[in-house]
């Protein structure tokens, strides 16, 4: 099993343009998140889906955009990239109701805006 | 999501034992504890979780009084490895869709 997994791992975008970060687990997980982190700081919820087809706003989702593809996948867009939005992105997904509850989470994926 | 409170750094030596003291006075009833940590470069990754008492899994151990208004994960024997950010989340998490509240968490630095 491949765990989460998150492409691309580096991106460097120009103020303005757009992009789409992938995220995908095969763990058959219900729920996935997309969250940031800015350098020296805790993470921060950006988008959730509790389950396929709903998607729900967390603490920062201004500026993005989400779309839950399938049960496996969950993808970020930033529609018109701002330097603020330099940071490092992470995909988590997890599953309710077990013994002991855990998010699992991807590499990330590093953005630079210019 | 209850607010959580931990020291912002903490060092120590190999072969020590490292505690680390998260304050929760807002835990409700459904809250559960739980400890993440993070290497430079990576996700977070789960360490132990636990409701009350004292929970141990071959990583480390977390004590919880009854009050449950704090806990303190302890890493026994602590290497260079183990040096890392370990963030201490309450919360609900039982419940689908629960989302993670992470805070500053502890920097820990172990030294040789």
């Known amino acids: 099993n491949a765990g989460v997994t998150q492409t691309p791992k580096f991106q460097v975008l120009k103020t303005g343009q757009s992009m789409t970060l992938q995220c995908a687990q095969d763990m058959n997980h219900n729920s996935m998140y997309w969250y940031r982190q800015d350098p020296g700081m805790g993470l921060r919820l950006i988008y959730y889906s509790a389950s396929e087809g709903t998607t729900d706003k967390g603490e920062v989702p201004n500026g993005y955009n989400v779309s839950r593809l399938n049960k496996r996948e969950f993808s970020l867009r930033l529609e018109s990239a701002a330097p603020s939005q330099t940071s490092v992105y992470f995909c988590?997904?997890?599953?309710?109701?077990?013994?002991?509850?855990?998010?699992?989470f991807g590499p990330g994926t590093r953005l630079t805006v210019t | 999501l209850a607010k959580t409170t931990q020291p912002i750094s903490m060092d120590s030596y190999e072969g020590q034992e490292v505690n680390i003291t998260c304050s929760h006075n807002n835990i409700a009833t459904n809250d559960y504890i739980t400890w993440y940590q993070q290497f430079p470069s990576q996700g977070p990754r789960f360490i132990i979780q636990?409701?009350?008492t004292k929970v141990t899994n071959e990583v480390a151990s977390l004590f919880i009084p009854a009050d449950r208004k704090s806990s303190t994960l302890s890493l026994p024997r602590v290497s260079l490895s183990d040096t890392a950010v370990y963030y201490c989340?309450?919360?609900?998490?039982?419940?689908?869709?629960?989302?993670?509240?992470f805070g500053g968490g502890t920097r820990v630095l172990v030294k040789p």
């Open positions: 636990g409701y009350k």
């Open positions: 989340l309450v919360g609900d998490m039982k419940a689908a869709g629960n989302k993670l509240t």
């Open positions: 988590a997904s997890s599953e309710a109701w077990t013994e002991i509850y855990e998010q699992y």
